[in-house]
């Protein structure tokens, strides 16, 4: 039976693993019947990706799938050039170096990679409506993570084409977040955008809650924040990731190369708006958001 070793940045997510074996049983593998997974988390603990990946390449597995971020996709690639890996992450892999280009990436390694950055000013600029204008915007980021410089440069030009002051609070803890959230009121923010990142996609029920506590308007990254009373989302839908990346493994033990294997990229984006929390935080949303929404939550 062949192993399939899973490297995860966060901890264990269902909605995660749902997907990811909904792809494997595309191509006919189910954990168990006709796979064995071995699961590695590092809990949002970036330093001991390198460990895990390297435990994982040192044991039999026949592939790697690398999730949740690029630490764990760039930490996998250290830890063999020879093993297949199967990357999720939000950054230009031709730049990290993890392949040599989309159509082909000629090395061991393929996956798919939403390149977030990209949609940060569409949720500045949700915020831009909703936020009145005397009060700054704001953007939680995680200062621990490689790619917030070029985060931090895409916000900040976005935030200043709209005119607007921009706030940025960091958090790669627990306990950050709520230092975070209490620094936005001391602050006087009026409304908050999340990046897509692994750690605070992971802790989505903690920030979806300070943000109801304070009274925040807050945009999320993606729809799983919005399903649990998040205000808004704006972004692709995670599940479909995972799918593909199920999809991709299972195809590599069918005997597919990942050089051959092309990079794959959302295509399409969703806006998701609960309107039970719009009541609540005593927001009337303008009838030209709410027509561009792909699901409103009542």
Do not use: C, H
């Amino acid at each position: 039976m062949p192993v399939v070793g899973f490297l995860s940045s966060i901890s264990e997510e269902a909605y995660v693993l749902a997907a990811f074996r909904r792809g494997l049983l595309e191509l006919g593998y189910v954990e168990g019947r006709d796979v064995t997974i071995e699961y590695r988390y590092a809990e949002g603990q970036y330093d001991r990706l390198p460990a895990l990946a390297s435990e994982l390449a040192s044991s039999p597995v026949n592939v790697i799938a690398a999730v949740g971020s690029s630490p764990a996709a760039l930490a996998a690639k250290s830890a063999t050039q020879k093993i297949p890996i199967v990357f999720f992450l939000g950054a230009d892999v031709v730049e990290l170096g993890l392949v040599a280009s989309y159509n082909r990436p000629g090395g061991n390694a393929t996956g798919v990679s939403v390149i977030d950055t990209s949609l940060t000013p569409k949720r500045l600029e949700l915020l831009d409506v909703l936020v009145p204008r005397s009060a700054p915007i704001a953007e939680l980021v995680n200062p621990t993570n490689r790619l917030l410089d070029a985060e931090l440069k895409v916000a900040r030009e976005a935030a200043r084409t709209l005119g607007r002051d921009l706030i940025i609070v960091g958090a790669g803890a627990d306990a950050e977040l709520d230092a975070a959230f209490a620094t936005l009121a001391q602050r006087g923010a009026g409304g908050l955008a999340v990046w897509q990142e692994a750690f605070l996609t992971n802790r989505r029920r903690q920030i979806v809650a300070l943000a109801q506590g304070y009274r925040l308007p807050t945009v999320y990254p993606n729809r799983l924040s919005s399903e649990i009373g998040g205000l808004m989302s704006y972004g692709n839908n995670p599940s479909e990731s995972y799918r593909q990346v199920g999809i991709y493994v299972g195809k590599i033990l069918r005997g597919a190369s990942p050089a051959d294997l092309p990079v794959s990229q959302p295509t399409t984006y969703e806006l998701v708006i609960n309107l039970k929390t719009a009541k609540a935080l005593g927001l009337d949303v303008p009838a030209t958001v709410l027509a561009r929404a792909d699901e409103v939550i009542e």
